[in-house]
Structures are given as C-alpha cells and as structure tokens.
C-alpha cells in the first residue's frame, strides 16, 4: 500500500489564522498526512496538540512525522464527531485553537482499494474510518430509489438525479454494482451527450454524494463545528478548510448565526444571555493563492473560514 501522503492546503493562512501561542493547546480535528500538524507543533514550546484521524493509516504515518519534531502532541484514532468527548477523557475542557481540514486526503484519493474515486476501477468503499460497516457498495446496492435520488439531488447537486438513480436500480437488478468503474459507466447511460462533453467528469456529483452518505460528513461536521465553538478559550480561533459548496454554506451560516445579535425589535438595551461571543476573524472566506493553484491542484475549490472567541 503507499505511503500516507498529503499536501496541505492553504497551509500559511490556516496557521496564521491560529495565531498559535507556545504555550497554547490546539486541536487538529483533520491528521491526515500531518502537514498542517507538524507547523502548529514546530510553534509549540509547552504547549501540546492533540490530533483526531478515522483512518489508522494516517494515525500510523503521522506518528512517525510528528516524533521528528517532539512529543508534544497526542494523537487520537476516532471520528471529530467525538471532540468534545474524547478530549474530556484526556482532562482537556478547552483549547486556544481548532482547525478542520475537510474533505478526502490525497492519499485517499489515490488510493484504488480505498474506492474514493472515479479514476481508479476498484470495490465501491469509500469509508473513511475502514472498521465501519456501511460502505459504498451498500449504498448502491441496497438503497431505494428514492433514497438514492435524494442523496444525490442533496448531498450532490446533481440535477439528473432521478435519471441516475432509476437506471442504477435497474442495472443491479441484473447484477450487483460492485466497483467504481461500473459505476461510472451507468452513471453515464443515464446522462445526456450535452453533459457528458463537458470537461467536469460525468461523475463526479454522484461520488461526492456517496461519500458524503457513507462517512455522513454534513451531520459529523454540524456537531463538531458547535462542539469545537464550546471548547474555545477567549481569544481562542476556530479555523475550517472546506472543498465544496455544502460543508462552506454549513460553516459560513453558523458563523454568521453566532456572530450576529438577534434581537426582538424596539428593546431599548441588550438582555443578559443575547450578547454576541465571538467575532470573525476575516469579513469573506480566504481562497488559495494563484501559486498554491499552480502547484496544488486539489486546492482550487478551498475555502478558508475563521472565527474567534471574544467573550
């Protein structure tokens, strides 16, 4: 298998954003390949990290990493969905900053058995933590029409979903659809020519959707986002990298939501328990430099959110 490799994306601005203290506690709720990692701990002096992965494989590599540099980090093999939990089981109630990196790794991607994408022919997985029972290939296979139809149409945006849901029941009907190269090709008999010319791969809508169902990345994160604003110190930053439209309207309305003084008109003062707490640290989402998108392909759809806490 290969090595667990990741590039970092946006990198300098996701620490900048951290204004990372020596002496601070910081959380890295997305190891991956230990890029973003390994610069919050080379600013450390007594301070510590603590770093969540699902995936062992990046838990095994990252040790590695992070041991060139010291000892100051603890690395935690569960999904962020359980921040707040874990963390409390290790006596950390609240930390200087939190970054989420979110999205599959390129590892991931490049993985063929790991099944994430539509360039490799290999067992339709997709799961980012490898001991959960639901994978992809359950979700095609298993899944009504209509419950298809609504993932992708959801968690996809895919406007020919129930074209490609009813032909891929229709398809598994004569065999079970079991790897992503089936799958591509059904997808494209559900498609019109005019789609299917277009540079963006026929697709790519219906992978994203899936992976969002089998690892259930949107509910996971809006858990984690309200977990991750409880554990900030005052002066505390929580960073959030997201790779496509419905993780960034996710993060950017709940930071609008707890940034934002809702009051019932015509009160002549603020009431105890409706002051705002936290602020944000940049007006609009930061996007990758055209020198990181000539060198990191993956970085084009990126965007970069922050918020701090101020009270």
Do not use: W
């Amino acid at each position: 298998m290969k090595e667990f490799t990741h590039i970092p994306v946006m990198l300098n601005e996701a620490i900048a954003c951290l204004n990372i203290k020596p002496e601070g506690i910081y959380v890295d709720c997305t190891l991956g390949g230990a890029g973003h990692s390994q610069e919050i701990q080379k600013k450390l002096k007594s301070g510590h990290l603590y770093a969540f992965d699902q995936d062992i494989a990046a838990i095994k590599a990252s040790q590695v990493r992070l041991q060139t540099i010291g000892n100051n980090f603890t690395l935690i093999h569960a999904n962020f969905v359980n921040l707040k939990k874990n963390l409390a089981q290790l006596q950390v109630n609240e930390v200087d900053g939190i970054l989420f990196d979110l999205g599959v790794s390129s590892y991931q991607f490049d993985t063929p058995e790991r099944g994430f994408s539509y360039q490799y022919d290999h067992y339709l997985d997709m799961r980012m933590n490898q001991e959960q029972a639901l994978d992809a290939y359950q979700v095609v296979n298993n899944y009504s029409e209509n419950a298809l139809r609504k993932i992708f149409y959801e968690y996809g945006e895919e406007s020919f979903a129930p074209q490609i849901a009813r032909i891929i029941v229709k398809a598994r009907e004569q065999k079970p659809i079991e790897t992503t190269f089936e799958l591509v090709e059904i997808i494209k008999k559900a498609l019109p020519a005019s789609v299917l010319r277009k540079p963006q791969h026929p697709a790519k809508k219906i992978f994203q959707a899936l992976r969002i169902e089998v690892n259930q990345e949107l509910a996971v994160l809006e858990k984690s986002l309200e977990d991750a604003l409880s554990l900030l110190k005052i002066g505390g930053v929580l960073a959030v990298i997201t790779f496509h439209s419905l993780e960034d309207r996710l993060v950017k309305q709940l930071f609008k939501k707890k940034t934002t003084l809702s009051l019932p008109k015509g009160l002549p003062f603020i009431p105890a328990g409706y002051e705002v707490h936290f602020e944000l640290v940049h007006k609009k989402a930061v996007l990758p430099t055209e020198q990181e998108l000539q060198v990191n392909r993956r970085s084009h759809s990126a965007k970069l959110r922050a918020i701090k806490r101020i009270s």
